[in-house]
Nanobody, 123 residues
Framework: QVQLVESGGGLVQSGGSLRLSCAASGSFFSINVMNWYRQAPGKQRDLVAAVASGGSTTYADSVKGRFIISKDNGKNTVYLQMNSLKPEDTAVYYC?????????????????WGQGTQVTVSS
């Protein structure tokens, strides 16, 4: 049973900072990619940032230069440092992980989602 547990959301003023954390627990072989998505009311869920097992990162254009994704391999945890927050960053932020499993001689990957954490930026 794999769980992704997020923390760190909250209410912050425009220009402020927040750091989100997401810890993966349970039984899996390795982590392929860990991602942060966000979904604002009435909008689709969009990718914000991703970090691959090798450390390469990807960012949505809207957060480049303001957000930093990082990971702690020993803790199976991914972080999203959000700086210079804007009201348009207000959304529920979801952690997503693509995890590698090994069973009966076969490797396979599976995606998991966290429960989401609310980030609200006031103007």
């Amino acid at each position: 049973q794999v769980q992704l547990v997020e923390s760190g959301g909250g209410l912050v003023q425009s220009g402020g900072s927040l750091r989100l954390s997401c810890a993966a627990s349970g039984s899996f072989f390795s982590i392929n990619v860990m991602n942060w998505y966000r979904q604002a009311p009435g909008k689709q869920r969009d990718l914000v940032a991703a970090v691959a097992s090798g450390g390469s990162t990807t960012y949505a254009d809207s957060v480049k230069g303001r957000f930093i994704i990082s990971k702690d391999n020993g803790k199976n945890t991914v972080y999203l440092q959000m700086n210079s927050l804007k009201p348009e960053d207000t959304a529920v932020y979801y952690c997503n992980a693509d995890l590698q499993h090994y069973s009966s001689g076969v490797y396979y990957s599976k995606q998991y989602w966290g429960q989401g954490t609310q980030v609200t930026v006031s103007s």
